[in-house]
């Protein structure tokens, strides 16, 4: 019995890790690699609970992009950059620096077909997102120093 909902729980985290829709990014709207094998990935490398978690904040932070820049700048644009930096900054509040790099790492990882300045963008953005996470005591916090860090150039805005 419990080896049933582990397998159902696992079920719903893999389900949960992969894209619902393809809306504004590269990071976790537009078929990249397997999806399902990226939240498989996630599954075994972070756990059920982180991996549901790091989705919802790939979310929060895809929605705010959108709402807060022009729509031609959420592909590699501020919109993007903004995007990747709030989404580190977010997982790394709600799951830890550790475990927010392994998801972003394997997301990075599971682009297969980007170019490689478009990816080394990402991670650059990824890892200042990780420091704004630690740094800052609450979201909005982390939302106002990421947005903060478009308006200075600090994040990397082109490949």
């Known amino acids: 019995m ?3 909902v582990v397998v159902v729980l696992a079920t719903i985290a893999c389900i949960q890790a992969a894209p619902t829709s393809q809306v504004v990014d590269k990071a976790w ?3 990249r690699g397997s999806t399902l094998v990226e939240g498989v990935k996630c599954l075994f490398l972070v ?3 982180d991996c549901a978690k790091a989705k919802t904040n790939a979310d929060v ?3 705010e992009a959108q709402n807060s820049y022009p729509a031609q700048t959420l592909h ?3 919109g993007d950059a903004f995007r990747h930096c709030y989404w580190n900054a977010l997982m790394t509040i709600s799951i830890g620096r550790d475990q927010a790099k392994k998801v972003a790492d394997l ?3 599971n682009n297969t077909t980007g170019p490689l300045e478009e990816r080394a963008m990402d991670l650059k953005n990824n890892e200042i997102g990780r ?3 630690s740094e800052s005591k609450t979201t909005d916090e982390a939302r106002a120093k990421c ?3 478009v308006e200075t150039g600090y994040l990397q805005l082109k490949p």
């Open 2 to 4: 419990q080896f049933i």
């Open 29 to 31: 709207g537009e078929p």
């Open 47 to 49: 756990g059920p609970f």
């Open 61 to 63: 932070a895809a929605a």
């Open 76 to 78: 590699n644009g501020i």
């Open 107 to 109: 997301h990075e990882d």
């Open 131 to 133: 420091q704004v996470g």
């Open 147 to 149: 947005a903060d860090h």
